[in-house]
């Protein structure tokens, strides 16, 4: 976002994931400090995109899909106590 076109800022991706019916499983770890982010699809063990940015150290979290239709569920949200 920040006022520009969004662009990517992946360092490494797979090349998709397998979209089939029923949920899925996905995690995002975020460490502010180091600036990584890990996105992981159904395999925990492997992350499916991998990305650094320190741009924003705080902020508010938002769920929604770009160009699809998107159902949510059990969403869990927590951090460490610093």
């Known amino acids: 976002m920040n ?7 992946a360092k490494e991706r797979t090349a998709g994931t397998q979209w089939t019916e029923g949920y899925h ?8 400090d180091s ?8 395999d925990m063990s492997k992350p499916i995109m991998m990305a650094e ?3 924003f150290t705080t902020g508010t979290i ?20 610093k």
């Open 62 to 81: 938002g769920f929604g899909s770009f160009d699809d239709v998107g159902n949510f569920d059990d969403i869990r949200i927590w951090a460490k106590k």
């Open 3 to 9: 006022d520009a076109p969004r662009v990517s800022i």
């Open 53 to 55: 940015d320190k741009t």
């Open 25 to 32: 499983t996905m995690r995002i770890i975020r460490k502010v």
């Open 35 to 42: 600036g990584l982010i890990q996105v992981f699809f159904d």
